[in-house]
């Protein structure tokens, strides 16, 4: 596809169910980022693959948040023991490498939106 | 304290009008001043970046960044209803890859 596309684009759960959520990325993006935005509030970082390798976890918030990017495409955020508090909305992005001075475009999907009941 | 703050808003103006948004940030290692628009239930899209310290025009809008002062501005001249979105300011340290967003500023340009 064109663009960075994320299935399920709408998911509602219970409380203590597992979750995943699924992010195609640009063909030939090597950069794959999950961001989490909250009503109101702008994107939090949460992971940034560089290939299949998680090169910065920092921003995921506890070991119920996990993430894969097996062969360096797709990749799927997984949460385990899902909390009301994780509901939001789950972007994906993916860019092109830096340039010396110019920063690699990310280009998000639209998001998958995630209600915890 | 967060690292970058944005007024979230919502501010609202007429057609035409010079829009002006900004945003402050306490970390001085940012070099990479990003600024997003993000339509309802749409991912952001990038509008402009800039590196480091100065300005930077694409068409009707500005961007300009004031690194003594930790501040970053947008502006909108010319001011058109598919303007209406919420705008986001966003930086990155050089080298890494995390970008810290602001709250976003929710824009209605009134026809």
């Known amino acids: 596809g064109a663009g960075v596309s994320q299935t399920p684009s709408n998911k509602v759960t219970e409380k203590g169910k597992y979750v995943e959520l699924r992010c195609d990325p640009i063909?030939?993006?090597?950069?794959l980022y999950w961001y989490r935005q909250s009503l109101g509030q702008g994107p939090e970082f949460l992971i940034y693959f560089q290939g299949t390798g998680a090169a910065d976890d920092s921003g995921l918030p506890n070991d119920r948040f996990f993430a894969v990017r097996p062969e360096g495409s797709v990749s799927t955020l997984k949460i385990q023991r899902t909390e009301r508090g994780d509901s939001a909305v789950y972007l994906c992005?993916?860019?092109?490498?830096?340039?010396?001075?110019?920063?690699?475009?990310?280009?998000f999907g639209e998001g998958s939106r995630l209600t915890v009941l | 304290q967060k690292e970058v703050e944005q007024d979230p808003g919502p501010l609202s103006v007429p057609e035409g009008a010079i829009v002006s948004l900004n945003c402050t940030y306490s970390n001085s290692a940012f070099q990479y001043f990003m600024w997003y628009r993000q339509y309802s239930r749409k991912g952001p899209e990038l509008l402009m970046y800039t590196y480091s310290s100065g300005n930077k025009e694409d068409g009707r809008f500005t961007a300009q960044v004031d690194k003594s002062s930790k501040y970053i501005s947008l502006f909108i001249r010319d001011s058109q209803p598919s303007d209406s979105a919420t705008y986001l300011c966003a930086m990155r340290k050089e080298g890494a890859q995390k970008l810290v967003f602001g709250q976003g500023t929710r824009l209605t340009i009134n026809p």
């Open positions: 992005a993916s860019s092109s490498p830096d340039i010396v001075g110019v920063p690699g475009e990310l280009f």
């Open positions: 063909s030939g993006h090597t950069a």
